[in-house]
């Protein structure tokens, strides 16, 4: 382990964050966001669908999925440890088994230039997320969702809103925001995330671009967990 990406380097955090939330809007930035609004390219991923829900069940189906604390135990302490996570793409490292555990994912990720992580995150009945922020403010998270227990299902507060997932419905929610995962439904619930760069002028849009090219050396120790597969 290299450390944890969401924790370290503080004071340089707090100040890129600080100029990347002016140029969003400060406190009263959106906080969730139509899908095509301020991510237009995920329309191809949204219209490959089918193809990408089939490999997402079928990588359920044959593989066990690494919990959050695999990759980042520092911050799976804060947020939880039995968060479960699949990463096909994460600052530009690519998991070579993506390609055929989850190739449309994967594929749009490398295609899509705005994209820092693809993944696949899932929830197991009754787990849920405290209330929490993400520490870096430079990227916008959508969500698409893959398997949605129509049984109490799970929903996220952002602030104060809320959004229930729905299976083959996307959005943008900034999760910069303090936000939590409500999940009292008794099936997994399964979402595709894909992280992107925040729409932002020139010069804050460089720096985002320096920031992000520095938590590169992170990547490998998530891209790697990702390929364990505890059920072998």
């Known amino acids: 382990m290299k450390g944890s990406p969401s924790i370290n380097n503080l004071r340089l955090r707090q100040l890129t964050n600080w100029v990347f939330l002016r140029k969003a809007g400060g406190r009263n930035r959106r906080r969730v966001i139509p899908a095509h609004a301020v991510f237009?390219?995920?329309?191809?991923?949204?219209?490959?669908?089918?193809?990408?829900k089939a490999e997402v069940d079928a990588l359920l189906a044959g593989r066990s999925i690494p919990t959050y604390d695999s990759f980042d135990p520092q911050r799976a302490a804060q947020v939880s440890e039995e968060w479960k996570l699949y990463y096909a793409y994460m600052f530009g490292n690519t998991n070579e088994l993506a390609?055929?555990?989850?190739?449309?994912?994967?594929?749009?990720?490398?295609?899509?230039?705005r994209v820092v992580n693809a993944f696949i995150s899932?929830?197991?009945?009754?787990?849920?997320l405290p209330p929490h922020e993400d520490p870096y403010a430079g990227?916008?998270?959508?969500?698409?969702?893959?398997?949605?227990?129509?049984?109490?299902?799970p929903r996220i507060r952002l602030a104060d809103e809320y959004y229930q997932?729905?299976?083959?419905?996307?959005?943008?929610?900034?999760v910069s925001l303090e936000h939590e995962v409500i999940n009292e439904s008794d099936e997994p619930r399964v979402v595709?995330?894909?992280?992107?760069?925040?729409?932002?002028g020139p010069l804050a849009g460089l720096l985002n671009?320096?920031?992000?090219?520095?938590?590169?050396?992170?990547?490998?120790?998530?891209?790697?967990?990702?390929?364990y597969d505890v059920m072998h």
């Open 99 to 113: 390609k055929k555990d989850c190739a449309t994912l994967l594929s749009f990720a490398q295609q899509t230039p």
């Open 139 to 153: 990227i916008l998270r959508y969500h698409l969702g893959i398997r949605i227990p129509e049984r109490n299902t």
């Open 192 to 200: 595709v995330i894909i992280d992107f760069r925040r729409p932002m």
């Open 165 to 174: 997932w729905k299976e083959g419905e996307g959005v943008v929610l900034d």
């Open 40 to 52: 237009p390219e995920v329309w191809e991923l949204e219209r490959q669908f089918p193809e990408l």
């Open 122 to 128: 899932v929830l197991e009945p009754g787990v849920t």
């Open 209 to 227: 671009r320096f920031c992000l090219w520095r938590k590169q050396k992170y990547a490998p120790q998530f891209v790697e967990a990702s390929k």
